[in-house]
Nanobody, 123 residues
Framework: QLQLVDSGGGLVQPGGSLRLSCAASVRTFKYSAVAWFRQAPGKEREFVIGVTWSGGTFYADSVKGRFTISRDNAENAVHLQTNNLKPEDTAIYSC?????????????????WGQGTQVTVSP
């Protein structure tokens, strides 16, 4: 069964960068759409960015031009590069994999989830 492990979060100053990683336990991961979601305290979980099994990407407007996502099928992983971070980016970030949808932004369409990694942006 597919298992996902998130890593790479931390504390960073505004304008800084972090690289988050999502590592999968099985190679069939490369056939899944993968997305990152985030949830800030007191707020609902929201879609951030995603990548299709073929490498196409799709973004939330709030992160366009600042965040990028990439697949590394050799490592069985997906990476999220976050640049020019803002305090409003502070949240728990979780990766998720969907085996039934191509590029969905709805969290209910994702079958497998990582445990989450905390990103805190503060002076």
């Amino acid at each position: 069964q597919l298992q996902l492990v998130d890593s790479g979060g931390g504390l960073v100053q505004p304008g800084g960068s972090l690289r988050l990683s999502c590592a999968a336990s099985v190679r069939t991961f490369k056939y899944s759409a993968v997305a990152w979601f985030r949830q800030a305290p007191g707020k609902e979980r929201e879609f951030v960015i995603g990548v299709t099994w073929s490498g196409g990407t799709f973004y939330a407007d709030s992160v366009k031009g600042r965040f990028t996502i990439s697949r590394d099928n050799a490592e069985n992983a997906v990476h999220l590069q976050t640049n020019n971070l803002k305090p409003e980016d502070t949240a728990i970030y979780s990766c998720a994999a969907s085996t039934g949808f191509f590029n969905t932004r709805r969290d209910r369409d994702y079958d497998y989830w990582g445990q989450g990694t905390q990103v805190t942006v503060s002076p």
